[in-house]
């Protein structure tokens, strides 16, 4: 049973435009809902996260909005540029972000054509 | 710190042989944790370890995977025998603590069972 479902699952977009990846979860006691971004060849590294006391969370070009009452959770990419082109993962978490209980989506490949 | 450090980034193995694949967390992080990573199924989490000691091993396949832990700064991942569906990207991740921290990725090694 897959907790946490995303979308798309690939996605391309011209140099300037915006991202939108979105993220659906079904367990109400998650409270913790980061983004991971991958490089070809890398891990997985920490992007941005938010909790659900807050709707929205902007880091630079980078925007979590959060639909507590949808269950559904989205990152905006402002202004895309190519170096924005890898694997992005939402993922969700319980009991205060336990990282032991991380909840990954499958992952949006992003291609930002330059 | 170097980061995680996994090895080796590639292995290619034939049906049936022994596969062991190996993990240097960061010096200091308590926990770490082997996920798996295909395009069905995205990123998995296998078993994970705090302090060296294995707490949920829920997440691993079947009995042809183990994992050890002998020590704070090296993990095993073994898979004895190995089948042509176990091919994928292992990562190895650690943290800090359990709770309101990051995980930290290396850099995956990418298993081909033939």
């Known amino acids: 049973q897959q907790q946490v479902k995303q979308s798309p699952q690939s996605l391309i977009v011209q140099k300037g435009g915006i991202s939108i990846i979105n993220c659906a979860y079904e367990?109400?006691?998650?409270?913790?809902f980061p983004w991971y971004q991958q490089f070809p060849g890398k891990g997985p590294a920490l992007l941005i996260a938010?909790?659900?006391?807050?709707s929205e969370k902007k880091e630079g070009r980078f925007t979590i909005s959060f639909n507590k009452s949808a269950k559904q959770f989205s990152l905006h990419i402002m202004d895309s540029q190519p170096g924005d082109s890898a694997t992005y993962f939402c993922?969700?978490?319980?009991?205060?972000?336990?990282?032991?209980?991380?909840?990954f989506g499958t992952g949006t490949l992003l291609a930002v054509q330059p | 710190d170097a980061g995680v450090i996994q090895s080796p980034r590639h292995e290619v193995t034939e049906m049936g042989q022994e596969v062991t694949l190996r993990c240097k967390p960061i010096?200091?992080?308590?926990?770490l944790f082997w996920y798996r990573q295909t395009m069905m199924r995205g990123l998995e989490l296998l078993i994970y370890?705090?302090?060296?000691?294995?707490?949920?091993d829920s997440g691993m396949p079947e009995d042809r995977f183990s994992a050890k832990m002998p020590n704070a700064s090296f993990s095993t991942l073994k898979i004895q025998p190995s089948e042509p569906r176990d091919s994928a990207v292992y990562f190895c991740?650690?943290?800090?603590?359990?709770?309101?921290?990051?995980?930290?990725f290396g850099q995956g090694t990418r298993l081909t069972v033939v």
């Open positions: 991740a650690s943290s800090l603590g359990p709770m309101n921290t990051e995980a930290f």
């Open positions: 367990n109400t006691a998650f409270d913790y």
């Open positions: 938010i909790r659900p006391d807050v």
């Open positions: 993922a969700a978490s319980k009991d205060g972000g336990a990282t032991n209980k991380l909840i």
């Open positions: 010096s200091g992080h308590d926990y």
């Open positions: 370890f705090n302090n060296n000691v294995p707490i949920d």
